[in-house]
Structure formats: structure tokens, C-alpha cells
């Protein structure tokens, strides 16, 4: 039998390019997310993608995805779901979308890990990845929300590292830094797709979503004795978060 893999907000960007990768490097891949219409047209990509309705903020919704798995081979977990949904100045954001970005980006990920480990214990083997950002790393002006939540999940991985110590269970941070999307930028910016577009201007090759996909597929497969604590993958044209180099016209 595959082993599975669970991916979360599947319906788009890297989770959609993971969830594909995952299935072509023979795991049966449970593709989570909201948007089932996304879903249907991602499944008919590979017969090995079984698609889920899934909302990481809502309890029930990942107790149900849960349920399903019991007993199930479930070797690793792809904590994706997330996102930036603001680029205001601390001193001008709302608390509202302070709490919107944790409960998707923190505790979303809390959420699936927590009903997913006694699975992975009872299987024998399991990998959690955690989806982070160069955002997680270090601060930059206008990102409060998404910095303070991807720090979080640093801290999230760097805990759960130590409390599953002795278990066949790893835990890996991918933290990505400029990643060309169709949603990222233009989410960040409530759909100024001009302002999402100036994220990107002049570089030359920002990386995709199947660049980090295909990071995130080495990590997994690994023996599994490796483990990756951490990736930070960047493409070449960004050195650090504000050294990126811009071939403007
Ligand atoms: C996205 C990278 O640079 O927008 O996770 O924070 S950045």
C-alpha cells in the first residue's frame, strides 16, 4: 500500500504543485483545501490524488479529514495553508486580520498536526513539514501580520522538533523567500494585481511553485533518518529580503 501524504491548501500554488510532485514520486496524496471546483481540476491530473474538502480554521473540518485517516498509512504531513492578507504598517492594521493570519498560517497548522500524529505514531513513520518564509526569519516594513505569524511557525517546528525526540516522526521547515504565485501577492495586496505584480519587477527568474515543491519532495524523501530542520530557498536574484537584484527598463 502508498504511503499517504497530506497536503493542505492544495487547491493552488505550491500546495497544488506539491500535491502533483508527491503523486508522481508514487504517494497517495490526500489534497486538502476549501475550493473544491480547484480540487476536481487538480485531481484529474493524477489518479494517486485523492481531493478533500478542507478548512484548517475550522475544528470539525480537520477532525473529520482526521477521522478518515485513521489506520491509514500517513507518512507525511504538508502544512501549506496559509497566506498574507494585509501589507499595512503595524501602527495602521487591523486586529482582525492579525487574528485571521494566525488562525490560517498558526493555528491551521497546530490544528492538522495535532490530529495527525497518533495516526503517524500508530503507522510507525511520519514527516511534518512546516511551510514558513524568509518572512519567518527575519522582519521587513508592511508585513507585521504574515512576519509575526511565520516566526510563529518557526517556533512551531522548532518545538514540535524537540517534544517528538524518540519518535519516527520528523519535523522540517521550508522557509521560502521570493515565490512567483498567482495568489500570494495579489492576496496580500486585497487584489491590486499591480501592486502584486511590482513584488516581482525586473527579476528575472522569481522562483515557482514547483521550485519549492520539488525542495520539499527531496526533503521526504530522504532515508528517513535525515532530517531537514530547515530549508531557506530564495532564487539567486535575492540575496537577503531587501538585497534583490531588478532589471528595470
Ligand atoms: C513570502 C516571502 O518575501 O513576501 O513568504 O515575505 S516574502
Redesign the pocket.
Known amino acids: 500500500m502508498k504511503n499517504y501524504a497530506v497536503v493542505t491548501g492544495a487547491s493552488s500554488g505550491i500546495g497544488a504543485a506539491t500535491a502533483k510532485l508527491l503523486a508522481a514520486n508514487g504517494f497517495h496524496v490526500i489534497a486538502g483545501a476549501r475550493r473544491m471546483d480547484r480540487l476536481a481540476e487538480l485531481a484529474k491530473s493524477d489518479s494517486n490524488i485523492e481531493i478533500v474538502e478542507l478548512d484548517v480554521t475550522d475544528q470539525k473540518s480537520v477532525e473529520t479529514l482526521a477521522a478518515k485517516l485513521v489506520g491509514k498509512p500517513v507518512s507525511v504531513l504538508i502544512n501549506n495553508a496559509g497566506g ?1 492578507f494585509d501589507a499595512a504598517a503595524v501602527a495602521d492594521s487591523d486586529p482582525e486580520i492579525w487574528a485571521k493570519t494566525f488562525e490560517v498560517n498558526v493555528t491551521g497548522a497546530v490544528r492538522m498536526t495535532k490530529a495527525l500524529i497518533p495516526i503517524m505514531k500508530a503507522h510507525g513513520q511520519g514527516h511534518i513539514v512546516l511551510m ?5 526569519r527575519i522582519a ?1 516594513e508592511n ?1 507585521g501580520t ?2 509575526a505569524a ?1 516566526h510563529a511557525v518557526a517556533a512551531l517546528a522548532g518545538t514540535l522538533r524537540l517534544e517528538l525526540n524518540g519518535e519516527p516522526i520528523r519535523v522540517t521547515e521550508i ?5 512567483k504565485t498567482d495568489e ?2 495579489v492576496t ?1 495586496f486585497a487584489g491590486d494585481k499591480v501592486k502584486a505584480a511590482k ?1 516581482y519587477e525586473g527579476v528575472e527568474k522569481p522562483l515557482t511553485d514547483s521550485d519549492i515543491a520539488e525542495t520539499i519532495r527531496w526533503a521526504v524523501m530522504l532515508p528517513a533518518h535525515i532530517n531537514i530542520d530547515l530549508l531557506v530557498v530564495r532564487p539567486i536574484a ?1 540575496a537577503a ?1 531587501h538585497k534583490v537584484h531588478r532589471i528595470l527598463k
Open positions: 498574507a514558513s518564509s524568509t518572512a519567518g521587513y508585513g504574515y512576519i511565520k522557509a521560502p523567500g521570493m515565490v500570494f501577492a496580500r513584488v535575492q529580503q
